[in-house]
């Protein structure tokens, strides 16, 4: 008991990661949509306690109020408006399957490979926890503001280039969705 | 002294069970208080009998007059008949209440998806009360144990659960999460009314959440911080650089009260915003095919989320802990700290029973509002939201960032 609560960052680390896994599981292989789309929740919910076990306390709330907040309730909605059925029946899913099996066979190693460098490498020590140099801030800072020294002040440009990513698919899928109508 | 880890434990489990007992009773409580606050404004008794015997407890009579509703009604006719206490006749509604939604035969429509069809309520439930672990009751400790209390003899009773320095975005993350519970009840019920009721609801819920969040943004921006306790102390009791700064500061406050409040409403699905249990629409909305206890749930998280909603209110822009609101704490402070009247230095002082004032003031408000406003039309909900109220906030972003600039 003592040992286990001794190390509750890192078990909670392990707990959670092996419940977000789990979510997933049940978002590949549900049937019903909606059911995978509470497996997806689940699996948000589970990273943002993984980021909260390792004092990444800003991510974790934010990837709650993001991701299981906004995105999630969208992919309902849709998953809810659209009647799926209709379009199981003319065979539009489980046709790339040849394509998908090399795919997530070359997934597999590459994140295996990282995993296992992260896990037994050399900076398995060093992984697990918050990297004040990381965001380039020396003095022992909040969180938020680190992270918000780190996007809005070091890594400027980049943040603002993948905010121009977003843009794009946006107008794409604006012009997308005119395509149709027009 | 610095409680060890089981000492540490047994205090949380304490407070989280204070917190709860606080809510759980406030809830019953205030549908008390709704009949009776609807009743006076419509001119109306409000609720004066539970079904039963009338005569109730009576001896005899009947063998209906002997059940538990017939000795309630009995209670509240009893009550009825004393001058002052008469008020709180509708008082041990509240248990016939409680007792109806126990006892109720629990339903799962025969379509439904049963799994779903439970978790939803669990959902907005754990969703609704897991929000209380960062909204803070009073800033320090409630009071410390006396010394020869055993095990915890010395140790803070703190008002608040957790002092967690991204509690601001706690609170609005995980309540975020409530609207799965709205929605996928809506869905699992396989039926139209809740449905459609349901994704109503959701629609609401994620447009006005963004009016909800940039309002907060104000006391974020002006605090610099998103710690619950340290915003709500600086916002209520920060001496501003010089009087312009201060002016526009309680402006700004006054100004989005009103702005986050209208958001709250919306985000807890009251009246004039209720538009997901249209009666005369939808039978109930979202609910229509819950009953019993999985219905309960439901209602216990909307007035939980009420009572968040009240209390993040009254925490950033009615002055928190302190006596007054809209950031007025500071010029009240500088003529009355030193006063040689007690009480007029007591008032200088933040403490629990201002804070818990200004929730009951703002659960009133919520009930006041139910009882003289008619409900929105969809598009009109839609453009109260999008067209006014996030161009607002945004207005008030931008003020609040000047502001601080100047300060």
Redesign the interface.
């Known amino acids: 008991m003592e040992k286990l609560?001794v190390n509750i960052g890192q078990n909670l680390f392990v707990l959670f990661g092996l419940l977000a896994v789990g979510g997933a599981g049940v978002l590949i292989f549900s049937k019903?949509a909606?059911?995978s789309v509470?497996g997806f929740?689940f699996s948000m919910?589970c990273v943002?306690g993984c980021f909260l076990s390792l004092q990444a306390?800003?991510l974790g709330?934010?990837q709650?109020?993001v991701y299981?907040?906004?995105i999630?309730?969208?992919f309902?909605?849709v998953v809810?408006?659209v009647e799926l059925t209709k379009y199981q029946e003319k065979g539009i899913f489980q046709t790339q399957t040849k394509f998908a099996i090399p795919l997530v066979g070359a997934g597999l190693l590459i994140f295996g490979g990282v995993f296992r460098a992260a896990l037994f490498g050399a900076s398995a020590e060093d992984a697990l926890t918050l990297q004040q140099g990381l965001v380039g801030a020396t003095e022992n800072l909040?969180?938020?503001q680190a992270v918000s020294r780190g996007l809005f002040a070091n890594f400027i440009l980049p943040f603002e280039i993948l905010s121009v990513i977003l843009l794009v698919a946006l107008v794409g899928a604006i012009v997308l969705a005119k395509s149709e109508r027009v | 002294m610095t409680p060890t880890l089981i000492q540490y434990l047994v205090i949380s489990l304490l407070q989280i069970v204070a917190v709860l007992g606080f809510v759980m009773t406030l809830v019953p409580l205030l549908t008390f208080a709704e009949r009776k606050v609807i009743g006076y404004v419509q001119v109306r008794l409000g609720a004066t009998r539970v079904a039963g015997g009338l005569w109730g407890a009576q001896r005899g009579r009947t063998h209906q007059s002997r059940t538990i509703t017939g000795g309630l009604n009995g209670f509240m006719w009893w009550l009825g008949k004393w001058p002052v206490i008469s008020i709180l006749r509708g008082l041990p509604m509240f248990i016939a209440d409680a007792l109806k939604l126990l006892t109720k035969e629990d339903i799962v429509p025969t379509d439904a998806d049963k799994a779903v069809f439970v978790l939803s309520p669990a959902l907005a439930m754990v969703a609704a009360f897991t929000v209380f672990a960062a909204i803070s009751f009073s800033p320090g400790a409630l009071f410390y144990f006396p010394a020869k209390f055993p095990f915890l003899g010395g140790l803070p009773f703190n008002g608040f659960l957790t002092d967690i320095n991204v509690g601001l975005l706690f609170i609005l993350g995980v309540a975020s999460v409530g609207v799965y519970g709205i929605v996928l009840g809506a869905w699992a019920s396989n039926s139209k009314y809740p449905l459609l009721g349901g994704l109503r609801s959701a629609a609401q819920i994620v447009s006005y959440e963004v009016p909800l969040t940039l309002s907060l943004l104000v006391p974020v921006v002006l605090t610099g911080s998103l710690n619950f306790n340290e915003m709500s102390t600086r916002m209520a009791a920060d001496v501003p650089v010089n009087g312009l700064v201060g002016i526009g500061r309680s402006l700004l406050m006054f100004v989005g009260f009103f702005v986050y409040t209208t958001c709250g409403f919306a985000e807890t699905n009251r009246t004039p915003f209720d538009l997901a249990e249209a009666e005369n629409e939808l039978v109930a909305g979202f609910h229509t095919e819950y009953s019993g206890m999985k219905f309960s749930f439901f209602f216990l998280s909307e007035y939980a989320s009420m009572i968040t909603v009240s209390a993040l209110a009254s925490a950033f822009f009615l002055g928190g802990h302190y006596l007054l609101p809209f950031g007025l704490q500071p010029a009240w402070n500088h003529f009355f700290q030193h006063s040689p009247y007690a009480i007029l230095a007591w008032t200088c002082t933040p403490s629990i029973l201002w804070f818990l004032l200004k929730i009951f003031f703002l659960l009133f408000v919520f009930l006041w509002v139910r009882a003289t406003l008619p409900r929105y039309r969809y598009d009109q909900l839609m453009n109260v939201g999008w067209k006014f109220l996030i161009p607002y906030t945004l207005v008030m972003f931008v003020i609040a960032a000047l502001l601080r600039y100047a300060a």
């Open positions: 609560l019903s909606v059911h509470i929740l919910i943002a306390e800003f709330v934010a709650l109020l299981a907040g906004g999630v309730v969208l309902l909605f809810m408006l909040g969180n938020a």
